[in-house]
Nanobody
C-alpha cells in the first residue's frame, strides 16, 4: 500500500482544514487507518484512527471534539477534518495503515505516507 497525504497549509487560529490520504491498491478497505503528527523537535504522536469499515474511531485527548476522522473505501481515501485549529496543532501530519486492528502507536503501523505540513498562525 502506498499512501499520499495532502491538504495541509497555513491557517489562522480557529480555522479549519481537511487532510486527505489517498491509498493505492485494492486492499485499502482491509486496513485500519490512522493520522499522526510531528511538531518540530518533538516525537511523532497519535492523532486519530479509524477501523477498516469506519465503525470505530479513536482520538487523542488533545484533538477530541475538534477533529473528525472518516474514510471512503470506494475512493481509497481517509480524511481528517480539523476544526477550531490552535497554534499547538502546527505539525507535519502523517497517515498510516495497519493490517491488524487500529494501532495508536507509531510502532505497529505497516505503511506511512510522506506527510503534509499544517501551520496554524496565532
Amino acid at each position: 500500500v502506498q499512501l499520499q497525504a495532502s491538504g495541509g497549509g497555513l491557517v489562522q487560529t480557529g480555522g479549519s482544514l481537511r487532510l486527505s490520504c489517498a491509498a493505492s491498491g485494492r486492499t485499502f478497505s482491509s486496513y485500519a487507518m490512522s493520522w499522526f503528527r510531528q511538531a518540530p523537535g518533538k516525537e511523532r504522536e497519535f492523532v486519530a484512527a479509524i477501523s477498516w469499515n469506519g465503525g470505530s474511531t479513536y482520538y487523542s485527548d488533545s484533538v477530541k471534539g475538534r477533529f473528525t476522522i472518516s474514510r471512503d473505501n470506494a475512493k481509497n481515501t481517509v480524511y481528517l477534518q480539523m476544526n477550531s485549529l490552535k497554534p499547538e496543532d502546527t505539525a507535519v501530519y502523517y497517515c498510516a495503515a495497519s493490517r491488524m486492528a487500529v494501532v495508536t502507536t507509531v510502532v505497529g503501523n505497516d505503511y506511512w505516507g510522506q506527510g503534509t505540513l499544517v501551520t496554524v498562525s496565532s
